[in-house]
């Protein structure tokens, strides 16, 4: 069975209360980096985890800032502008892969000491941290309702608590859904390949069906790439997903969520999907090589169809059946510990404006969560090569005004694994019925536990 990349872990609130008297005996695993303003050393660093560390600001800075962040931003050079105009402020970066970063940021919560100034929190990993808003300042104290128009609701919805009281941080890129596909593939099976008509072709999940069997019948490829990504785009169309507000699982109480399922596995069965590990090479050589005709993927996702078929360029991009989804974005958060909280503030709405997102957008691809930034001349008149000319960042934001927030909740991960292992079960072989029903059982006792 494939084990997808999600840590199942203890709440943040279970695991704050166990550890609040005994910092001491914290996890090696934490960051307790000296770049922190706390002062204290009771969580520590494993070395290995440390990534790459960029100074930004002179010596002589009053305030010395530290920001946590995963991935490729680019924000440590947009930083620079902005320590030109406040020479009294310097920031320490610290960037790291994403699993070692939200580990040593949860650690460092947990001792109480050692978390930075700004940390990242990336979408999947928000519901962790939402009974624990002690451990964090609140930003509409801070001023951010000033700002809240100038960001997609249903994306700075998820930055907050339940009750919309409490915002734990500041949106920065998102990853609105599409459908990338393979032009030559669209071709070979007789059906048309330009956006528009595809676009026209494929309107709902039964013309994708159809669409899917043409090209199976002509070319012997399937539709797309394995059971992941196919029910992460028909989930993410969905009203409601595994849980309430209220944290009440909801996945057999409410059809939406089997009704995804289902629909996957009936692909499955008849032969549209394929079984490429999601990052596996078999699945990078299949983008170089056309072994399946569409990827429903998020906006990031051209970056590595980029990388891994760089001569590729038969791919396009067409808009979802039926509406959009979300996979990806993150939050920056100020925790409490911060003795410098306004000071971070201030830089985090400077780099996270609307100006500031277009300029991660031209220089890193982050899509920005900032609508105003769709309107800008520069994301309007952008064009990709590589996707045959076309006017993918349009694309990709009429994508992302589609989308809704759903809530997602702090057992989201596990619930989800279960799902997508299921959906690989039945591509083994196993009943679809019996399948769910075994997923259902699983799910109960992971989060019962």
Not at 81 to 98: A, D, K, R
């Amino acid at each position: 069975m494939k084990k997808l990349g999600y840590i199942t872990m203890l709440s943040l609130f279970t695991f704050l209360g166990a550890c609040s008297d005994n910092s001491e005996n914290s996890s090696s695993d934490g960051n307790g980096d000296s770049n922190t303003n706390s002062g204290n050393e009771d969580a520590t660093v494993n070395e290995e985890n440390e990534g790459e560390e960029t100074v930004v600001g002179g010596e002589s800075a009053e305030v010395e800032l530290s920001f946590w962040l995963f991935g490729a931003t680019g924000y440590p050079e947009l930083a620079k502008e902005y320590m030109e105009e406040n020479p009294e402020i310097s920031i320490t970066f610290q960037e790291i892969e994403m699993e070692d970063h939200h580990n040593n940021l949860f650690t460092a919560l947990s001792a109480g000491s050692g978390a930075p100034d700004m940390a990242a929190v990336e979408v999947s990993e928000m519901g962790r941290y939402q009974d624990a808003q002690d451990r964090f300042h609140n930003l509409y104290d801070l001023g951010a309702k000033e700002i809240k128009g100038d960001y997609l609701e249903w994306v700075w919805e998820i930055g907050e608590n339940v009750d919309g009281d409490f915002l734990f941080g500041i949106p920065t890129d998102i990853g609105p859904t599409v459908m990338f596909y393979r032009s030559d593939v669209f071709e070979e099976a007789g059906l048309p390949s330009e956006p528009e008509d595809v676009e026209a072709l494929i309107q709902t999940w039964d013309d994708f069906e159809e669409a899917a069997a043409t090209i199976l019948e002509e070319t012997g490829v399937p539709m797309v790439d394995n059971p992941e990504l196919m029910f992460n785009a028909l989930r993410d169309q969905q009203p409601q997903q595994y849980f309430d507000e209220n944290d009440e699982l909801i996945i057999e109480s409410t059809s939406d969520t089997k009704e995804s399922f289902m629909k996957n596995a009936d692909f499955i069965e008849k032969g549209y999907v394929g079984s490429m590990e999601l990052w596996s090479p078999e699945w990078g050589a299949g983008m170089a090589e056309g072994n399946y005709a569409t990827l429903l993927a998020p906006a990031w996702m051209q970056g590595q169809i980029k990388d891994n078929a760089p001569d590729a360029t038969e791919w396009r991009i067409a808009t979802l059946p039926e509406g959009a989804g979300n996979w990806g974005g993150s939050w920056i958060t100020i925790p409490a510990e911060s003795e410098h909280a306004e000071e971070a503030y201030d830089f985090l709405t400077w780099l996270l404006s609307p100006e500031g997102q277009l300029k991660a957008f031209e220089n890193m691809g982050l899509f920005p969560s900032a609508p105003e930034v769709y309107e800008m001349e520069e994301f309007v008149n952008y064009t990709d090569d590589y996707f045959g000319g076309q006017h993918t960042a349009e694309i990709f934001a009429e994508a992302a005004l589609q989308v809704e927030h759903v809530y997602k909740g702090e057992h989201y991960p596990a619930v989800n694994q279960e799902i997508q292992d299921g959906l690989y079960n039945v591509q083994e072989g196993v009943d679809k019925e019996e399948e769910w029903a075994d997923i259902l059982e699983r799910v109960d006792q992971r989060i019962s536990r």
